[in-house]
């Protein structure tokens, strides 16, 4: 099989790119480099011993676009290219519109001319917005908080009509909730630019002395401790998952959705505390006031990726906490 991954050298592109490299497929891995760096290319072959034929493609460019399926004869596309943090998403709304909305379009052009049939989309749990927990993939989505959300949400909606109208086309949504952690080696990790969004990145920094204190945003939540609850889920299982929904693409067609999340809630002090108890390392933190568009309470029912994919999420907080802190720990300014 033969398989383009767009947005590839990304964090959970690039460990998606490893996962399916051990298991015998060809990948090539499409990416701009907006948000990754070409050294990953370099630590996926020191993993796999193998190194992804690379093309660099913004998929906004219809001409590269064309001519990297022209060159190539794809069986399948795990589609990984997108901006995505929210934040920015609320300062630069039509910056993340055009992007993520004309990438996608553009690459299902592309598809649709050199009749490639499968695809799996990197979706997102922020589709559903504010939704009571436990979250199935039968909770209303389309109640998103930001523009990120929406593109994500938007794109769901493309893609179903894309099936509906091409009964060929085999497609399925892969909505994950909080990705973290990295490959075992340390090789590969969360490489945010600047100053991380994310909860674990921010932790780690402060924990490798790059950032002074981790800022808890709000502890008056309704929650057991007051601070959020997430449903963290470490990145290999994530890229497991990909493989699994892969294969699932390969039996069938239309548009199907799974959760990818471990069916736990663990807040941020449930976080900063095993952290710091499974490296051995001090997370000092200030209580903030909350931030502006979090939720309290977000969490996976993972039981149709279960049933239906054969997957579930095997590893636990503490492989998070420990495979996040050998990552940073050996690249203290990432790539
Ligand atoms: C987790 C918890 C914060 C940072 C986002 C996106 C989602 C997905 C994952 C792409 C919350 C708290 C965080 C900090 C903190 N990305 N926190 N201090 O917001 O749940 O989800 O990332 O798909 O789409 O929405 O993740 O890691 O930002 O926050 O207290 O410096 O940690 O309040 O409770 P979030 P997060």
Redesign the pocket.
């Known amino acids: 099989m033969n398989v383009l991954l767009t947005g590839g050298a990304g964090y959970i592109g690039s460990h998606t790119a490893v996962t399916l490299i051990n298991a015998g497929i060809n990948i090539v891995i499409a990416d701009n480099f907006s948000n990754s760096s070409p050294k990953v290319l370099d630590r996926i072959a020191e993993i796999t011993g193998k190194r992804p034929e690379f093309v660099e493609v913004d998929f906004c460019d219809k001409a590269a676009t064309d001519a990297l399926f022209e060159s190539h004869s794809f069986d399948g596309v795990i589609h990984f290219a997108g901006l995505?943090a929210?934040g920015e998403s609320c300062r630069q709304p039509i910056r993340y519109y055009r992007n993520n909305l004309d990438s996608t379009l553009t690459l299902l052009e592309a598809m649709a001319k050199y009749n490639v049939k499968r695809l799996v989309f990197s979706s997102?749990?922020?589709v559903y917005g504010d939704q009571p927990a436990p979250l199935t993939e039968s909770t209303p989505t389309g109640n998103c908080s930001n523009p990120?959300?929406w593109t994500k949400y938007m794109i769901e909606q493309i893609l179903k009509g894309a099936c509906d109208a091409d009964p060929e086309l085999s497609v399925v949504l892969l909505r994950?909730f909080?990705?973290l952690g990295a490959h075992e080696s340390g090789k590969i990790g969360e490489n945010p630019n600047g100053i991380?969004?994310?909860?674990?990145p921010?932790i780690s920094q402060v924990a490798v002395g790059k950032l002074e204190k981790?800022?808890?945003?709000?502890n008056d939540y309704d929650t057991p401790d007051g601070?959020?609850v997430?449903d963290y889920i470490h990145v290999v299982d994530l890229a497991q998952g990909h493989l699994d929904a892969l294969h699932y693409a390969e039996k069938r067609t239309g548009c199907d959705v799974f959760n990818l999340g471990t069916g736990k809630g663990y807040s941020?002090l449930d976080m900063v505390k095993t952290f710091s108890r499974v490296n051995g390392v001090e997370v000092p933190y200030v209580i903030d006031p909350r931030?502006p568009g979090?939720l309290a309470t977000?969490y996976a029912d993972p039981k149709k990726a279960e049933t239906v994919l054969g997957w579930t999420a095997k590893r636990n907080l503490e492989d998070m906490c420990r495979d996040s802190w050998n990552w940073q720990s050996h690249n203290p300014q990432g790539y």
């Open positions: 995505k929210v997102s749990a922020t990120y959300g994950y909080n990705p991380p969004n994310n909860l674990m921010y981790l800022h808890i945003f709000g601070t959020g997430r941020v931030r979090d977000v």
